[in-house]
């Protein structure tokens, strides 16, 4: 037998490798199906949508597998590989397909389908043009750093065959580690101290109710946005003729984007609706500015629905939160029943009963945060150490030993095994959540957001884009943390490595930039974002937000109200009087107006007043501040308060018969003058004289053989139809004598 023979007899077989990798893909598919069908809708969302958004995160995904494999797959070494292995052609094809379609998606897919997405125009042709002439100036950016760098590789290298390709990979690399090493090092001090903080469950609830004024706001703002834009379509739905004729369909569109109550015209709304602020109609409508029109009603209706879930989510929390800490008492803890839409399957089902949740939740919950926070915390420092010292003491690394378990010193850099295996996928995994979760804290995203279900196109097409950016550059740079001997062996360092070190910049560069993720870190864990939007005012646009920043910030806050006004805030939202009357405001004046013009009238929420309530019941709006308290608890009788009243113009909130929130719209269509004048009347109707003041003004008093003592009499005068010569010999009518102490019921006294 010949000694080729013994050898192909002796190599091992990839079969079973291959397996694994072909079921590692399929399990990565199913994940970011997942993930896709928790932020958009699948049914409704447009296949040029989700086709490239999916391959945008399964072939990053992909990248975390290939890495271990080809750590793993011997290149040129006779030794017998150790773990999960590939042959080296089949490393190639996939490193080639995977690094080429990220890129492709990367600069130029991506950006061209999220301009076209968020394009205003109705007709595919223009929202194409248009999303070309957005990517432009990008473009023009891209190419000339491009150009300069050519022209230097050119340069330096001398070869015009390789130097193209070279270029292009390696200016793509390089901003994209400049983006990593800055969102990994907040990420890497951000999440370790986010277990930590939830650890303390007073402490979670105090940061929630800090958090609670700032989103409210936001999501106030948002409506009002969004109010102002469907007044402004609405008058332009009832403009008629003109120019808007030419665009009659595409102006229908926008009608039946808005709600019903902004196509009635009505003084009242605007004054309700929006931030007061008219947005006048152009004379000429054209193409060009019902285009913006629509972009920004599209905006703002995504804004809306996130900032409604943030607030919505952040209510949850607190309820959890608090329920958490109400259950040390009695030992026993119950979140209330699971929505029946609820797609939560640890809701649905549970193994706990309610003290063992309680057991878990309020005992074991936080020691598994600090158990975590801790190991993650040690994972952050070790990352940060090997950035440090991978160049000039590669020994000195720690990830290094944490993944070469054989022979780590040697000559040819180590062999890495199934354990290392999976360990290098732990490190790889935690360095790419580290950068992706800075990404949501980030505020410099023009209004980006991630929201359940909900997400708009735009926002989808460039988060998608950014986990095809960072990937690359990630895994590359995790590979120079094991030494040169290993990584230099490796099909990915042939097929990128050698184009990154193409020039001594590209190589100097891949080595000592990543040591400046001291500032980020830094910047992060001494609350540096915050000392500069103090001193400056820009800390707010450059920094970082989220949950660790607005912690800090509102730590300094506590005993001057900004906690407490989160508090009332989220006790009025569950109590059913924030967002009620908010939509219940909206629904009155709609079925007013459609009931004006003939319409199918809407339902109209009103409380009846205090004197024709039920006489036990108590004042039913939060915090017992409801003007009508003080005679809640006295019947409609008279004998209630003898303070008058307020007969305010204001809305008052209340609960029916049925507990449910209902409102009162008296002076809806009161202006500015008349709300005050009916201000200044409440004040002095509500005003007690002092008792000299009191007969002030009524002239002389009668004496007492005219019956002058009698208060209540006299001020009846005049209430029968007339004066009455009765009373000046001690006799009365008989509708008011009975009210005298010594009235006759109609007898003369002589």
């Avoid at 130029?108 to 248009?130: N, Q, T, W």
């Avoid at 002058?708 to 008011?736: H, K, L, P, V, Y």
Wanted: aromatic share 12%.
């Amino acid at each position: 037998m010949s000694p080729s023979a013994t050898t192909t007899a002796a190599s091992p077989s990839p079969v079973l490798s291959e397996t694994f990798s072909v079921l590692s893909l399929l399990t990565i598919s199913i994940a970011v199906l997942l993930i896709l069908r928790y932020y958009l809708p699948l049914r409704t969302t447009p296949a040029y949508l989700l086709v490239p958004v999916f391959f945008a995160l399964s072939l990053p995904a992909s990248i975390g597998l290939l890495v271990p494999i080809d750590l793993a797959s011997p290149l040129d070494s006779p030794e017998t590989p150790k773990g999960i292995w590939l042959p080296t052609s089949a490393l190639r094809v996939g490193w080639r397909i995977t690094y080429w379609l990220t890129f492709a998606l990367t600069w130029f897919i991506l950006p061209i389908l999220a301009e076209y997405s968020d394009s205003g125009f109705r007709e595919p042709k223009a929202k194409v043009l248009d999303s070309l002439r957005a990517n432009a100036q990008y473009y023009a950016v891209v190419f000339g750093s491009g150009l300069i760098g050519f022209i230097y590789v050119l340069w330096s290298y001398g070869s015009f065959d390789s130097s193209l390709k070279g270029t292009i990979m390696a200016l793509a690399y390089c901003w994209g580690l400049v983006l990593a090493i800055y969102l990994m090092g907040h990420g890497l001090v951000s999440i370790p101290r986010r277990l930590f903080r939830s650890a303390d469950i007073s402490g979670r609830l105090r940061r929630l109710q800090c958090h609670a004024p700032r989103i409210y706001e936001k999501m106030e703002d948002a409506e009002m946005e969004l109010e102002d834009l469907e007044l402004q379509v609405g008058e332009l739905g009832r403009r008629k003729g003109g120019s808007a004729e030419l665009f009659r369909d595409w102006i229908e569109e926008l009608v039946d984007m808005i709600s019903l109550e902004a196509m009635q015209p009505s003084n009242a709304r605007r004054a309700v609706r929006g931030t007061g602020n008219e947005r006048n109609l152009p004379n000429v409508i054209t193409e060009k500015w019902l285009a913006e029109l629509t972009r920004d009603l599209v905006r703002a209706r995504h804004a809306r629905e996130r900032y409604s879930s943030e607030w919505n989510r952040l209510l949850e929390d607190v309820v959890r939160t608090r329920a958490i800490l109400d259950s040390a008492g009695s030992k026993k803890l119950d979140f209330g029943k699971t929505a029946p839409g609820s797609t939560n399957v640890w809701e649905r089902f549970s193994l706990f009963n309610p003290y063992t949740r309680h057991l878990f939740h309020y005992h074991v919950a936080p020691y598994l945060r600090m158990f975590f926070g801790g190991l993650l915390g040690l994972a952050s420092v070790c990352i940060v150490w090997s950035e440090l010292v991978k160049d000039l003491f590669p020994s000195l690394s720690v990830i290094r030993y944490t993944v070469i378990h054989h022979d780590p010193l040697g000559e040819s850099g180590g062999q890495v095994g199934l354990a290392g295996q999976a360990i290098a996928a732990f490190w790889l995994l935690y360095m790419c959540a580290a950068a992706l979760i800075s990404i949501t804290e980030v505020k410099v995203w023009r209004g980006r957001a991630l929201v359940k279900r909900n997400t708009a196109p735009e926002s989808a097409f460039w988060y998608a884009s950014q986990v095809a950016r960072l990937s690359v550059p990630l895994s590359y740079n995790f590979m120079t943390f094991l030494g040169s001997g290993l990584y230099k062996d490796t099909v990915f360092y042939g097929f990128l490595g050698k184009l990154i070190d193409l020039t001594p910049l590209g190589e100097w560069f891949n080595y000592l930039f990543p040591a400046f993720i001291l500032l980020p870190v830094f910047a992060t864990l001494f609350g540096l974002y915050g000392k500069v939007q103090n001193m400056v005012g820009f800390g707010a646009a450059f920094g970082m937000g989220g949950e660790d920043d607005d912690g800090e910030g509102e730590e300094s806050f506590f005993g001057t109200g900004s906690w407490r006004e989160g508090r009332d805030l989220i006790e009025r939202e569950l109590n059913g009087t924030s967002a009620s009357v908010r939509n219940s405001r909206r629904a009155d004046l709609a079925g007013l107006s459609a009931n004006s013009n003939g319409r199918r009238n809407g339902p109209i929420l009103s409380i009846p007043k205090s004197s024709t309530g039920s006489p036990g019941r108590p004042p039913t709006t939060p915090f017992a501040t409801s003007p009508t308290s003080g005679s809640a608890g006295g019947g409609g009788g008279g004998g209630g308060s003898s303070r008058h009243q307020a007969n305010t113009s204001a809305r008052r909130a209340g609960r029916d018969t049925r507990g449910q929130v209902v409102l009162s719209n008296e002076g809806d269509d009161e202006n500015f003058f008349e709300a005050l004048g009916h201000r200044m009347k409440n004040t002095i109707d509500t005003f007690d004289a002092p008792d000299w003041f009191k007969g002030f003004g009524e002239g002389i008093k009668k004496p007492k053989w005219m019956g002058g003592d009698d208060s209540s009499r006299g001020s009846n005068t005049g209430e029968g139809g007339g004066t009455d010569i009765r009373r000046w010999f001690g006799g009365g009518d008989g509708a008011s004598g009975s009210g005298g102490s010594g009235g006759g019921q109609g007898r003369i006294r002589l």
